[in-house]
């Protein structure tokens, strides 16, 4: 499932993922937005595989924060990430 | 007083200009010269920025056709179409301390000498966050920036003259039922040097080279033969190859 979504004074972020059996089992973040380092991204997708869809958004939110904690996100927040998440998971 | 290295304008295909400025990154890194560079794009290609899907930005086929080439950049961002003729992209590369520490704040101070050089031209530009410019209201340059390893790289581009017909021949828009009005938007939020004032680009180089340089102390230089070097082997074994370039 994928929800694209353009955020207001940021960057244009789209979400692809599957959900299996009430898990993520793969994540893809693309997009035109900045992360510093940019290999980060692996670790920023990988922080959503495992997790269900009904994890509450504080617990996917730390989980997130503690996966890209050495990195820098920008022109998308992880709060963006986790309500572009949601609608992709609806 | 930091002293810079300057690099001429020159024009290279699109995997060697990426792997030029990874090259540089690496030798600032290990204690060269900062380095201002200017560049174009022969023959004209699209970059596209890291986190960028390929196949939903590029039109593949078109850009073959026209004999177009495609990268993916180092750098976050979107995607440039970088026409051979249209436009004079810019590499900056120096240890992070050279610049304030905050991203936005950095690219700021790099977009300024932007500004002044389009100022000498006598067109206004500003700085608008996170990572473009723009002139009477519409973008004329964008800018991408990344730190690794110590070092800042911040490339960007300035729209000499634009054709959007032919960007979006070249690019997919995300949805293609509202691609004219898209196309229509894109032409009343983008200009050009040319479309400010009629300056040639020769005039446009030497007012950036003018405006980068403006009191700094800084030399005329060349790439090192390690550079050269390095940057044949980063375009053979990163720029070029599908694994790099369809990695997302």
């Not at chain 1, 972020?13 to 898990?23: E, H, N």
């Not at chain 2, 990426?18 to 600032?28: H, K, L, N, T, W």
């Not at chain 2, 000498?120 to 608008?128: N, Q, S, T, Y």
Request: aromatic content about 8%; some cysteine; charged content about 25%.
């Amino acid at each position: 499932m994928r929800c694209l979504e353009k955020i207001p004074n940021g960057k244009l972020v789209a979400v692809d993922v599957i959900v299996s059996a009430g898990k993520v089992v793969s994540m893809k973040i693309t997009g035109d937005f900045f992360l510093y380092p940019e290999e980060q991204i692996t670790a920023l997708e990988a922080a959503f595989v495992g997790v269900s869809p009904s994890l509450s958004d504080s617990e996917l939110s730390d989980r997130i924060k503690q996966a890209i904690k050495n990195a820098e996100l920008i022109g998308v927040s992880v709060d963006d990430l986790i309500r572009i998440f949601r609608k992709a998971t609806l | 007083m930091t002293k810079w290295r300057v690099l001429s304008y020159q024009e290279f295909d699109a995997f060697t200009n990426m792997a030029i400025d990874e090259a540089i990154g690496e030798s600032v890194s290990g204690g060269g010269s900062p380095t201002i560079r200017f560049y174009g794009w022969k023959p004209s290609a699209i970059s596209i920025g890291y986190f960028q899907a390929i196949r939903d930005e590029v039109n593949l086929a078109n850009c073959e056709a026209a004999g177009v080439n495609v990268v993916r950049r180092r750098t976050g961002g979107g995607a440039v179409y970088h026409d051979q003729v249209g436009e004079i992209t810019y590499s900056v590369t120096g240890k992070v301390n050279l610049f304030p520490e905050g991203i936005v704040d950095s690219y700021k101070v790099i977009c300024s000498w932007i500004i002044d050089s389009l100022a000498l031209l006598d067109i206004k530009a500003e700085f608008k966050p996170i990572n473009d410019l723009i002139s009477n209201g519409k973008k004329i340059s964008g800018n991408a920036q990344t730190r690794r390893n110590g070092v800042l790289l911040q490339h960007g581009t300035i729209l000499y003259s634009v054709d959007v017909d032919r960007m979006f021949s070249l690019l997919n828009v995300p949805d293609e039922k509202i691609k004219d009005k898209l196309i229509a938007n894109v032409k009343e939020r983008v200009t050009s040097v040319t479309a400010q004032r009629p300056v040639s680009k020769d005039e446009l180089y030497k007012a950036l080279f003018d405006g980068f340089t403006k009191n700094k102390d800084f030399e005329s230089g060349k790439l090192t033969d390690t550079e050269v070097i390095r940057a044949k082997e980063l375009a053979q074994v990163r720029y070029v190859s599908k694994d790099w370039n369809f990695m997302r």
